[in-house]
């Protein structure tokens, strides 16, 4: 597998290296190495099963490899506890809090950190507003819509600062017009906030949308990792040029015959 | 950002310290119960479990109460069988001090939980209800009839029985209720008395063959009565008293005795081992076994238990002749016809 | 399931649990159970009297079985897929025999359709009741309710697509019924079936009032260990009631996995129809009285001077009922209720907790035990503690009540809150493990708000059947902790009818007001946080 990463200047915010993990015998990850630049929108890329979700778990320490290590600002926190990583978590399903507001979910953590929980309300409407919410902010979170609750869940994790947001398949339960309202708030949190996002999908062109760099993965490997641009001009294998590249022009020749009147 | 412990606060759910209250609460609580359970015993303090139904007991804890205005005297209904399996099973460590009117059989089948009463006089009571061990006195001797609802024989056109062979003619179907030998002292009564006048091989082929007409055989002894009363059953094999007591309440009931006799049998009072020392126990039963017998057998149930008294009681029976009983009190024998007896 | 580091809290708290299944169940049982290895104890299974009793508990389950699970498969369609009025109220209604001892159910039925009943005299009947039919009349009268509960709990929340598609295919309603509605249902039917069985099988409070001629094993199982106190036939007996239980659980785990879970997403939308509608009210009107009829016979009788001889109406047996004790004995009853009912929530949530998010060998050790305790009758748990806990500390005191009553009674709460614990988000004790919020505190903040309707369900299921049980208690209780249930034999055995029947009103009035109260602080909470589904 080669892996053609581009050369920066940057210091590497999350360093993984040789990442293996196993289920039931079976090795789902066979050696994960890749680092992420501070502030960049990686976007992991593969089919479901290929080992992304697990991948993202050992990042945030929901689940500990059998070897290999995550380095945050050259911090070993392989054996951290996810709270201690200055890392977010955002759920396929949104994992909210159903009895509370959404105001409710988003200052629910702060309330046991004695430094902020006098502000907490005020912290949570500033989360919640950056995700345009902040009208939302007394509604009890059962009855939004989908795309309302990823929100509400994005908002929960940026109250805590964290340097580094995982997402997971963040859009795959939204509609078109909640996806692409989504996408552009993704990219103003990174924008304001400075903070390094990493979200898995399956579908290729979010990935190719929204991404800084995409890390393609396919059976517990990393197959290519580089600039949405260099993947599809030069793609590292038979794989990468069939799962990514073959589809997006799919997508592409489908949508050609409005290239015109859409310019 | 780190883990602290929070203070008490608005939130949805409960709170920490709230949980720890209610589950403090409930401890407390626990804790207060067993204690209730444990500790209820003082010396001035006397358990009777008593076999007599209500309103014997009542009489006998009025006239205890002004007997005796010092002792805390807690008289408990308990049904002859619970309160047999109960002594068996927990033996001297039984919360009751003293039982009550437990009958013959049973009394036997526990008397090793029961302290030798040589400290008290016997010669008071009829020689044929001693315990030959001593570790009972006779509270009463009951005895059993065929009782009749009377409304119900005429309105179904039923006669009524003379005899036992009467008793298994078809026009009694699903009319006659009899208490189950294997769970009540009066059901077994019967079953020895007609093993003790026609031989054990007749008796049980009499049994067979009345248990046609048996719609039911009842766990209680008074069973059969409550049955009469309610109309249910049309003849009942059960207790004289019992019977008595609703005739004299009015309901349309009559006694009646076939020429095997009326069955009997002792029933007795003992004290739990270990507990004669007690003064309390002491006092309440010597005062029961003797006021007591005499009260109780005045007012409920006149069959003779003390030498040479012969109450009356309105509608109750006079002279009645007993059944042969020997060996009624023999739990070898009890066991064995027992595991006979297939109803 | 979230695969997490277990912390030591956890670890412990998963001992301490298995500890207490071991010393509350495992032991006394297996105490008792090890008098089975004396080859005499074991005759008894040889005895035509066993073999007797064995086919009549098997027929007697059977056709209850049948019987309450159709008519709570009836009932739930009616009450599901008509448009009747008072859904509501039938659905109390239906409930209400669950709220009385079974002994009471018996009674009742003699009341009604004895020889010299109510509605026999009325209807100048010549039938008898005693026997098979009584047994299976008074079985279907307390195993109705949960049967109907497990049926009806599933069918309101299926989801009215499939049968919208099957109505446009022209697929006519008997087949969508067999095809749709069935197999949509066979996990709570065939639950309902064994969970039937199971109750029927073990139950000796109406065959001893209305079992005639007909023994079955918890009766023999009865008439020896008190009649002829032999304790340890009675246990070899007892070990046979347990086979109930070992299937019950076999098929508990076999059904589990292929279980579907269908999400509403369409409710249904219920048209008047004439014809479906006047036969759903037919029906449940019909069942409604059934049920209740028994029930307002001996609320009446309670009133009555001398049943069935003089029926003025009077006071008088309240008041004997009181000096004879009810006062504290309903006292006692209370007590033991609330207690169970709250350390009884509390303990099953937690072991739901473990098994339904935690996971691990532990957690389905636990869940074996936890459903297993499901088919133990009564008078085998009660015979096993008074066996194993004699001499002990809580051996004659309320602790002892209050553990067997637990111990008893957990499996129906423990399965609520594990379906209900199943079907929250898994992630969140992951949100709160990255948030810094410990499991303690998301199962305070999040899981119980979240499953607080349930957790009302398990209170309110330990607190009626501690008011109304009978068979585990018997042997366990004195005369200072002695719960009013029992009194309700006591008072019959003491030709006090009238009395026996007022006890058990009290027990009824007690259970109704409490679900009133519970079902108004749900109310209350629903309008103080409206969460919309």
């Given at each position: 597998m080669t892996i053609k990463s581009q050369e920066t200047t940057a210091p590497h915010k999350l360093t993984v290296k040789g990442i293996k993990k196993s289920f039931d015998g079976r090795e789902v990850l066979h050696g994960i190495t890749f680092d992420v630049q501070g502030g960049e929108f990686l976007s992991i890329l593969g089919p479901s099963g290929c080992g992304k979700s697990t991948l993202l778990r050992i990042l945030i320490g929901l689940e500990h490899p059998d070897a290999g290590s995550v380095l945050l600002d050259g911090e070993n926190i392989t054996e951290a506890a996810p709270s201690k990583r200055h890392m977010g978590i955002v759920f396929q399903d949104y994992a909210l809090f159903e009895n509370m507001t959404a105001l409710g979910n988003v200052e629910y953590a702060l309330r046991f950190d004695p430094t902020r929980r006098a502000r907490r309300s005020q912290i949570a409407l500033d989360a919640l507003a950056s995700l345009g919410m902040a009208d939302f902010a007394n509604k009890p979170v059962a009855g939004l819509s989908g795309g309302q609750m990823q929100r509400v869940s994005i908002a929960r994790t940026l109250a805590l600062s964290p340097e580094v947001i995982l997402l997971d398949e963040p859009t795959s339960g939204l509609d078109a017009d909640a996806r692409l309202a989504l996408r552009s708030q993704l990219?103003?949190?990174?924008?304001?906030?400075?903070?390094?996002?990493?979200?898995?999908?399956?579908?290729?062109?979010?990935?190719?949308?929204?991404?800084?760099?995409?890390?393609v993965m396919g059976e517990g490997s990393i197959h290519q990792l580089d600039e949405p641009l260099h993947i599809v001009e030069n793609p590292a294998d038979s794989y990468v040029r069939d799962f990514v590249v073959a589809n997006l022009k799919a997508k592409y020749d489908s949508l050609a015959r409005f290239a015109s009147p859409l310019e | 950002?780190?883990?602290?412990?929070?203070?008490?606060?608005?939130?949805?759910?409960?709170?920490?310290?709230?949980?720890?209250?209610?589950?403090?609460?409930?401890?407390?609580?626990?804790?207060?119960?067993?204690?209730?359970?444990?500790?209820?015993?003082?010396?001035?303090?006397?358990?009777?479990?008593?076999?007599?139904?209500?309103?014997?007991?009542?009489?006998?804890?009025?006239?205890?109460?002004?007997?005796?205005?010092?002792?805390?005297?807690r008289m408990h209904y308990i049904t002859t069988g619970n309160c047999a399996a109960r002594l068996r099973m927990e033996g001297a460590s039984s919360e009751a001090d003293i039982v009550l009117d437990l009958e013959g059989g049973y009394i036997n089948q526990v008397s090793d939980s029961l302290e030798v009463l040589s400290d008290f006089d016997e010669s008071m009571y009829c020689e044929d209800l001693l315990d030959p061990d001593d570790r009972y006195f006779p509270f009463s001797r009951e005895s059993a009839c065929i009782a009749t609802n009377d409304n119900i024989l005429s309105e179904r056109g039923i006669p009524t029985p003379t005899s036992y062979q009467d008793l298994l003619d078809p026009v009694y179907a699903g009319v006659v209720s009899m208490p189950n030998p294997k769970t009540s002292g009066t059901g077994y009564n019967f079953l020895k008395s007609l093993v003790n006048a026609w031989g054990e091989d007749a008796a049980f082929d009499y049994f067979d063959a009345l248990a046609e007409n048996v719609y039911q055989f009842t766990s209680s002894g008074s069973g059969p009565v409550n049955a009469l009363v309610q109309g249910e059953a049309a003849v009942g094999l059960g207790m004289t008293y019992h019977a008595v007591s609703e005739i004299n309440e009015g309901a349309p009931l009559s006694v009646h005795f076939f020429e095997e006799g009326s069955p009997w049998d002792v029933y007795g009072s003992g004290i739990i081992q270990g507990r004669a020392g007690?003064?309390?126990?002491?006092?309440?039963?010597?005062?029961?076994?003797?006021?007591?017998?005499?009260?109780?057998?005045?007012?409920?149930?006149?069959?003779?238990?003390?030498?040479?008294v012969s109450p009356e009681i309105p509608n109750y029976p006079k002279d009645v002749k007993y059944a042969d009983m020997t060996g009624i009190t023999d739990v070898d024998e009890k066991m064995r016809l027992l595991e006979r007896w297939s109803h | 399931m979230a695969r997490?580091?277990?912390?030591?809290?956890?670890?412990?708290?998963?001992?301490?649990?298995?500890?207490?299944?071991?010393?509350?169940?495992?032991?006394?049982?297996?105490?008792?159970?090890?008098?089975?290895?004396?080859?005499?104890?074991?005759?008894?299974?040889?005895?035509?009297a066993f073999a007797s009793a064995c086919v009549n508990s098997l027929v007697v389950a059977a056709i209850t079985t049948v019987i309450s699970v159709l008519a709570a498969l009836l009932m739930s369609w009616v009450l599901c897929r008509t448009a009747i009025q008072g859904k509501s109220v039938f659905a109390v209604l239906l409930t209400v025999p669950m709220l009385v001892p079974s002994l009471a159910h018996g009674m009742s039925l003699v009341y009604l359709l004895g020889s010299n009943g109510i509605l026999t005299n009325l209807l100048h009947g010549s039938w008898s009741i005693y026997g098979f039919p009584g047994i299976v009349m008074g079985s279907f009268l307390y195993s109705f309710p949960p049967a109907f509960l497990m049926i009806y709990d599933v069918m309101r929340y299926e989801d009215a697509t499939p049968y919208q598609a099957a109505d446009v295919l022209g697929i006519p309603k008997p087949s969508q019924f067999a095809h749709i509605t069935l197999p949509f249902l066979r996990k709570p039917l065939i639950s309902a079936a064994f969970a039937t069985f199971a109750?029927?099988?073990?139950?000796?409070?109406?065959?001893?009032?209305?079992?005639?001629?007909?023994?079955?094993?918890?009766?023999?199982?009865?008439?020896?260990?008190?009649?002829?106190?032999?304790?340890?036939?009675?246990?070899?007996?007892?070990?046979?009631?347990?086979?109930?239980?070992?299937?019950?659980f076999l098929v508990d785990v076999l059904a589990r996995d292929r279980a579907s879970v269908r999400y509403v997403s369409r409710g249904f939308d219920l048209k008047p129809n004439a014809v479906r509608?006047?036969?759903?009210?037919?029906?449940?009107?019909?069942?409604?009285?059934?049920?209740?009829?028994?029930?307002?016979?001996?609320?009446?009788?309670?009133?009555?001077?001398?049943?069935?001889?003089?029926?003025?109406?009077?006071?008088?047996?309240?008041g004997r009922a009181f000096t004879m004790g009810a006062g504290s004995y309903w006292v006692n009853s209370l007590f033991t209720a609330f207690v169970v009912s709250i350390l009884g929530t509390i303990l099953a949530y937690l072991v739901a907790y473990i098994t339904a998010r935690v996971g691990g060998v532990?957690?389905?050790?636990?869940?074996?035990?936890?459903?297993?305790?499901?088919?133990?009758?009564?008078?085998?748990?009660?015979?096993?503690?008074?066996?194993?806990?004699?001499?002990?500390?809580?051996?004659?005191?309320?602790?002892?009540?209050?553990?067997?009553?637990?111990?008893?009674?957990?499996?129906?709460?423990?399965?609520?809150?594990?379906?209900?614990?199943?079907?929250?988000?898994?992630?969140?004790?992951?949100?709160?493990?990255?948030?810094?919020?410990?499991?303690?505190?998301?199962?305070?903040?999040?899981?119980?708000?979240?499953?607080?309707?349930?957790?009302?369900?398990?209170?309110?299921?330990?607190?009626?059947?501690?008011?109304?049980?009978?068979?585990?208690?018997?042997?366990l209780s004195t005369t200072l902790d002695m719960p009013l249930a029992l009194l309700v034999t006591d008072l019959d055995a003491q030709r006090l009818v009238e009395c026996s029947a007022f006890v058990s009103v009290l027990i009824l009035v007690t259970n109704v007001i409490e679900k009133v109260v519970v079902a108004a602080i749900r109310r209350y909470r629903h309008t103080q946080q409206p969460v919309s589904r």
């Open positions: 990219k103003n949190i990174q924008r304001d906030h400075g903070t390094t996002m990493i979200f898995i999908t399956h579908d290729q062109e979010e990935a190719f949308a929204l991404a800084d760099r995409v890390m | 950002m780190a883990r602290r412990i929070h203070n008490d606060d608005a939130s949805p759910g409960i709170s920490r310290r709230g949980f720890f209250e209610l589950a403090g609460g409930a401890a407390a609580c626990i804790g207060l119960g067993a204690l209730a359970g444990a500790g209820g015993t003082s010396s001035n303090s006397v358990v009777i479990y008593s076999c007599c139904e209500g309103i014997r007991n009542e009489t006998q804890m009025t006239a205890l109460r002004q007997a005796f205005p010092n002792y805390d005297i007690r003064q309390a126990v002491h006092d309440v039963f010597g005062w029961l076994c003797t006021e007591g017998v005499r009260i109780d057998n005045a007012t409920y149930v006149p069959d003779q238990v003390l030498a040479g | 997490q580091t277990s912390s030591k809290g956890m670890g412990l708290l998963k001992i301490a649990l298995l500890l207490f299944f071991l010393l509350a169940v495992v032991l006394p049982l297996v105490g008792m159970f090890s008098r089975l290895a004396d080859p005499q104890v074991r005759e008894v299974f040889g005895t035509p109750l029927v099988i073990t139950d000796y409070g109406v065959p001893l009032m209305v079992g005639g001629k007909v023994t079955t094993l918890p009766v023999l199982m009865y008439q020896n260990a008190v009649g002829l106190l032999d304790f340890d036939t009675g246990a070899a007996i007892g070990f046979v009631l347990l086979i109930p239980a070992v299937i019950d509608d006047a036969v759903g009210y037919v029906a449940a009107v019909i069942v409604t009285l059934a049920l209740l009829a028994p029930i307002a016979t001996f609320c009446m009788v309670s009133f009555a001077t001398k049943y069935p001889l003089d029926l003025t109406p009077t006071l008088a047996s309240i532990s957690a389905r050790l636990l869940h074996l035990a936890s459903v297993t305790t499901l088919a133990v009758p009564g008078i085998v748990l009660g015979l096993s503690f008074a066996l194993a806990f004699k001499g002990s500390l809580i051996y004659g005191t309320f602790a002892i009540l209050i553990l067997v009553n637990l111990v008893h009674f957990i499996a129906s709460p423990y399965l609520m809150a594990y379906n209900s614990l199943s079907k929250v988000n898994k992630n969140l004790e992951a949100v709160g493990q990255t948030m810094g919020v410990g499991r303690a505190r998301i199962v305070l903040d999040v899981l119980v708000p979240a499953t607080a309707d349930t957790i009302a369900e398990m209170f309110s299921f330990f607190f009626v059947n501690c008011m109304v049980t009978i068979s585990a208690v018997s042997f």
